[in-house]
């Protein structure tokens, strides 16, 4: 949609229309300069994929996900990956049908707050590299997460070098396969609680 308009700063979609769409994937790919963005005039209820949405908005500091019926979306891999983003905070945040959320934050270094509201993630197979490259975020809390269907766990906090935090003490891992580069060089992890890890079906753990 705006893939690549590196000059787009904010982008409003006020309208009485009410307009119905169904796909966003990478609709502000690479828009480097984007601060704003609002979605009230669509309706976004069909929406399967939200995949690169941001990608690479290096500008982009936080977006309000109350703007968007994400009830559908399948697909959020690499939402915020290489953007700006700060903190995620959302007060409501419908994950219900989400089955891929691998490198949703990659590369974000500048994220420091990430607080999950209470979330249904009873679909979720992918959060590879969920978190990679996140270096300024201290604290995590997957509690909200339901882990069961989850397949790939790869690269999940890799590289985040500044998380001391990290609550993941009721995940369900029964499902894994991959769990290699997990914690790979989170360098001041001083305590892990992993006494709920089923490593039953995991085939890497390097």
């Known amino acids: 949609m705006f893939k690549d308009i ?83 905070t959302p007060s409501k945040f419908n994950t219900k049908s989400v089955k891929d959320m691998s490198h949703f934050f990659e590369d974000c270094n500048s994220l420091q707050e990430i607080q999950f509201p209470e979330l249904d993630t009873s679909n979720l197979i992918d959060i590879s590299y969920m978190f990679k490259s996140c270096q300024s975020v201290e604290t995590i809390d997957l509690s909200p997460f339901d882990t069961s269907q989850v397949v790939y766990m790869q690269g999940l906090f890799q590289t985040c070098i500044s998380l001391n935090n990290l609550q993941i003490g009721n995940i369900n891992t029964g499902s894994s396969i991959d769990m290699s580069y997990m914690f790979e060089d989170c360098r001041l992890l001083k305590t892990l609680d992993l006494s709920n890890f089923n490593t039953e079906k995991v085939a890497n753990m390097s």
């Open 6 to 88: 590196i000059l787009l700063k904010q982008a409003n979609f006020i309208t009485n229309k009410n307009i119905k769409i169904k796909g966003m994937e990478s609709a502000f790919e690479n828009c480097v300069f984007l601060e704003n963005v609002n979605f009230s005039g669509f309706i976004t209820n069909e929406i399967k994929s939200l995949k690169k949405l941001f990608y690479n908005c290096a500008s982009l500091s936080e977006f309000d996900f109350s703007q968007i019926d994400t009830s559908n979306v399948e697909d959020m891999s690499y939402l915020f990956a290489s953007s700006s983003i700060s903190k995620f």
